[in-house]
Structure formats: structure tokens, C-alpha cells
């Protein structure tokens, strides 16, 4: 059965999150039961591999949130040449910014010099990157709103517009709180959150 491509980037982006979840759980199971989990010289694979899905699961759901906010398959069927370039452009730059981010923890965290992922400069980067995506989200919404053409479909955009541009501004405000939190309940309090808001982004699609 063909199914829509709003619809095929939707569940891309939940099956990834799932999957990132489910390695993530059994790593954190097996560290509770031995103390050394997914551990393989000196390294955590499992929750590597975990946030490196993540990544994509994150990619497929900000590209949905973009092309649905220009208009893409509710208002028009194809979207100008110009900002395709800018959307391949931008998720080429996030991707590499978050896999950068994910390799610096692995091999470049530095506790005695930096306490906190979103301190670093990887971690900084991907907090402006979801604060550009959040303007432009906005703009692109509001614009396809505010068409006269388009009428028809505003309370839909005017909905939608609220909700997600609240999504997107998230990680900005989780890593602001996060970095208010004791080491030991900051962990736990990301990890949590980036998951919850992630499903709630999903769970809102549908």
C-alpha cells in the first residue's frame, strides 16, 4: 500500500525514535544489572548508536515540520526550486552539527573543563541551529496563513503554528533549565524530556 510522503516522514521518524529508545533501554538495563552495560573498550555503543538515530528521527520530523509549514501537500503540491535548496541546506548543516556533537562527547568531553554538552561548542551550535529552525518555522507558517489564498486553511495553520513553533523552542529552554540542575538529576532530567516531547511531536502529527 503507497502511503502519503508526509505520512512516510512521519513514521521514519517515529520507527527511528523507537528504535533509539529501545537501544537506550537496554543499555541502561544492563548497566543497573553489572555496572558496565553496553560498554566495548571504553566506549557505549548502544547509546551511541541510540543518539546517533535520534539524529535522524529528529531530521525527519523538523523536514516534515518545514515543508507542512511552507505549505507543502495542504495549500500546494510542489515547492519552488529555491526553497528545496535552502531545506537540503539547512538539514545537511544539522545533521553534521549533531553527529559533530555526538563524536565530541564520545571522544572530546573534557569533565574537568566543560560539566554540561550544551556548554560546549557543539552543543551551543545545535541550540542556535533549533532557534533558526524555530524563526523560519514561524515565518514560513505565518506567511502560509496570512495568504488570502489560502483562507480556507487558517485555522488549521493557526493551530499548528502554536503548537510546534512551542516544539521547536524546546531544546533552547531545556538546555537553559538543564543547566540550572546538580549533575546528578541533569541526565536524567534530558534525557526524559528530549523523549516526551519528541513522542508529543509525533503523537500531535497524527
Not at 193 to 199: C, G, K, N
Request: net charge positive.
Amino acid at each position: 500500500k503507497k502511503y502519503h510522503h508526509t505520512v512516510k516522514m512521519l513514521v521514519k521518524s517515529a520507527v527511528l525514535q523507537l528504535c533509539a529508545i529501545a537501544l537506550s533501554q537496554i543499555h541502561y538495563s544492563l548497566y543497573a544489572r553489572d555496572g558496565v552495560g553496553s560498554r566495548f573498550r571504553g566506549i557505549y555503543w548502544m547509546l551511541n548508536v541510540s543518539s546517533v538515530i535520534t539524529c535522524f528521527a529528529e531530521l525527519y520530523l523538523i523536514l516534515l515540520l518545514i515543508v507542512l509549514a511552507k505549505g507543502w501537500t495542504v495549500v500546494r503540491r510542489k515547492l519552488s526550486s529555491r526553497g528545496r535548496i535552502k531545506i537540503a541546506a539547512y538539514l545537511s548543516f544539522y545533521l553534521v552539527t549533531s553527529l559533530l556533537m555526538q563524536f565530541w562527547i564520545e571522544f572530546g568531553f573534557d569533565d574537568a573543563a566543560v560539566a554540561y554538552v550544551y556548554e560546549s561548542p557543539p552543543g551551543i551550535g545545535m541550540v542556535i541551529l533549533r532557534i533558526i529552525a524555530a524563526i523560519w518555522f514561524l515565518y514560513a507558517a505565518c506567511t502560509t496563513k496570512n495568504n488570502p489564498q489560502y483562507e480556507s486553511k487558517r485555522c488549521f495553520y493557526a493551530a499548528f503554528t502554536g503548537i510546534f513553533a512551542a516544539w521547536f523552542i524546546t531544546v533552547p529552554l531545556i538546555a537553559l533549565v538543564g543547566g540550572a540542575l546538580s549533575d546528578s538529576k541533569r541526565a536524567f532530567f534530558m534525557f526524559a524530556w528530549e523523549r516526551v516531547l519528541m513522542a508529543f511531536a509525533h503523537i500531535a502529527l497524527l
